[in-house]
């Protein structure tokens, strides 16, 4: 990271303003992010029973800025690309068959 001045040291943390780097005082990530992890948990063993590594593709949970959880999908894209392939041959009734 680069910048001008000490700036770029810095943490992210803003006391002063009430705002902690780019979480805001008084909002519960803990809930959000416990649903969340729960939902990518659960989206991770279905991978494991499909044959997917986490290594290659998984559910990671996190927060919206307003404390609401979100599961991301990470994946390379070979992973990706073979988990739309599943989904569109469930979607046409093929049950992924190859």
């Known amino acids: 990271m680069t910048g001008t001045g000490d700036e770029w040291l810095g943490d992210g943390l803003d006391v002063a303003g009430g705002e902690f780097g780019l979480w805001v005082s008084g ?3 803990i809930a959000g992010w416990r649903e969340a992890r729960t939902a990518a948990d659960r989206l991770n063993r279905a991978f494991l029973g499909e044959g997917f590594e986490l290594s290659e593709l998984r559910a990671v949970a996190s927060t919206y ?16 690309v073979r988990l739309a392939w599943l989904l569109e041959a469930r979607a046409d009734g093929s049950g992924g068959a190859a």
């Open 27 to 29: 909002v519960d990530y």
């Open 65 to 80: 800025d307003d404390g609401r959880g979100v599961v991301r999908l990470v994946g390379w894209p070979d992973a990706v």
